[in-house]
Structure formats: structure tokens, C-alpha cells
């Protein structure tokens, strides 16, 4: 696999689990959170995105088949990517750069930044079958 292929799986395991877990990631600001607050709003998205990147993960590495740093660098490539669309979200709905880290030394947002790690971790343990 060429890095032109780790990048182009990098995308294809990012963008729907990005896509899905920011409407996840609506339904939690709208609904859930404020009758549960954030943190248990968080720690009930969680769960549901790791599954999703587990899924979409498995597919992704089906179709490209990466090994050993193959599978390193499409995983770190995954994370920046996903932090990057973090961010730009979190810019997009007022808030500054350094109010976005800021929240993530929030017991939520820590929460939230391990399944972002989560998430980056994934393909690397992940077993493929069929």
C-alpha cells in the first residue's frame, strides 16, 4: 500500500464516522445533555461512535489491506484529520481554538478526547476477516 493509498484510507475510515457522529454529536447537545448533563450525555455517545469506527474500520482495512506502519500511518493520519474536522466544527459554531482545548480538560471533554484516541486506535487492533 503506497501512502497515496494510507491517505485515501485514512478519508474513507474518517469522513463517515466524522459524518455520523456529528449528528450523534447533535442529538447529544439538543436532547441528551441537558437532562442528563455532559458528561453522562458523553459517555453515553461514546460507546455508539467507537462501535461505528469499529464497523467502518473493518471495511476500510478489507478493501486496502495496510499492515504493520501501513496501518500506523493511516491511524495517526485518521486522528489529525478527525481533530482537524473537531476543530473546524467547533470554529464553525463560535467557539476559539483555545476554547475548544480548553474543553477538553473538562471531565467530558477528556471523555470525548479518549474516544478520539479511541477511535485513532482502532484500526491498529483491529481484525479483519473475510
Given at each position: 500500500?503506497?501512502?497515496?493509498?494510507?491517505v485515501?484510507?485514512?478519508?474513507?475510515?474518517?469522513?463517515?464516522?466524522?459524518?455520523?457522529?456529528?449528528?450523534?454529536?447533535a442529538i447529544?447537545?439538543?436532547?441528551?445533555?441537558?437532562?442528563?448533563g455532559?458528561l453522562?450525555?458523553?459517555a453515553l455517545?461514546?460507546?455508539?461512535?467507537?462501535?461505528?469506527?469499529?464497523?467502518v474500520?473493518?471495511?476500510?482495512?478489507?478493501?486496502w489491506?495496510?499492515?504493520?506502519?501501513?496501518?500506523h500511518?493511516?491511524a495517526a493520519?485518521?486522528?489529525?484529520?478527525?481533530?482537524?474536522?473537531?476543530?473546524?466544527?467547533?470554529?464553525?459554531?463560535?467557539?476559539?481554538?483555545?476554547?475548544f482545548?480548553?474543553?477538553?480538560?473538562?471531565?467530558?471533554?477528556?471523555?470525548?478526547?479518549?474516544?478520539?484516541?479511541?477511535?485513532?486506535?482502532?484500526?491498529?487492533?483491529?481484525?479483519?476477516?473475510?
Open positions: 500500500m503506497t501512502i497515496h493509498l494510507s485515501k484510507a485514512a478519508f474513507a475510515y474518517t469522513l463517515p464516522v466524522f459524518a455520523c457522529a456529528f449528528v450523534i454529536g447529544r447537545v439538543t436532547l441528551v445533555a441537558p437532562a442528563t455532559p453522562l450525555a458523553v455517545e461514546v460507546p455508539l461512535v467507537l462501535a461505528l469506527s469499529r464497523l474500520a473493518g471495511r476500510v482495512l478489507r478493501r489491506s495496510p499492515v504493520g506502519s501501513q496501518r500511518a493511516m493520519l485518521a486522528f489529525a484529520l478527525l481533530m482537524l474536522l473537531e476543530l473546524a466544527t467547533a470554529v464553525a459554531f463560535g467557539q476559539t481554538p483555545v476554547q482545548l480548553t474543553a477538553m480538560t473538562t471531565l467530558a471533554g477528556a471523555l470525548g478526547l479518549a474516544g478520539q484516541i479511541g477511535f485513532a486506535l482502532i484500526p491498529l487492533v483491529r481484525q479483519v476477516s473475510g
